[in-house]
């Protein structure tokens, strides 16, 4: 069973910046494409970055210019660097292979982002 562990999450300022990791277990992830998820309050959780097993990468356009996904397939692990946080960018944030509008695997606990302005 694959284990997703999100991590690197906190309480930061306006223009701040964070950078999270999702590790996993149990499986290769070098063979899936990747995404970081975003849970805003009162909000369904939405796809913000992924990046294909190729390298390339996409965002949605409150990412884009900010945030840059990337993995590291020997430590099995994906990453998402968060430059100029914004207050909007407060939720919790999980990491999963995307698969259309469905996932791969059963979520993480995820990693609580909180942006004060």
């Known amino acids: 069973q694959v284990q997703l562990v999100e991590s690197g999450g906190g309480l930061v300022q306006a223009g701040g910046s964070l950078r999270l990791s999702c590790a996993a277990s149990g499986r290769i992830l070098s063979s899936d494409d990747m995404g970081w998820y975003r849970q805003a309050p009162g909000k369904q959780r939405e796809l913000i970055a992924s990046i294909n097993r190729g390298g390339s990468t996409t965002y949605t356009d409150s990412a884009k210019g900010r945030f840059t996904i990337s993995r590291d397939n020997a430590k099995n692990t994906v990453y998402l660097q968060m430059n100029s946080l914004k207050p909007e960018d407060t939720g919790i944030y999980h990491c999963?292979?995307?698969?259309?509008?469905?996932?791969?695997?059963?979520w993480g606990q995820g990693t609580q982002v909180t942006v004060s302005s």
């Open positions: 999963n292979a995307p698969m259309g509008r469905f996932v791969k695997y059963p």
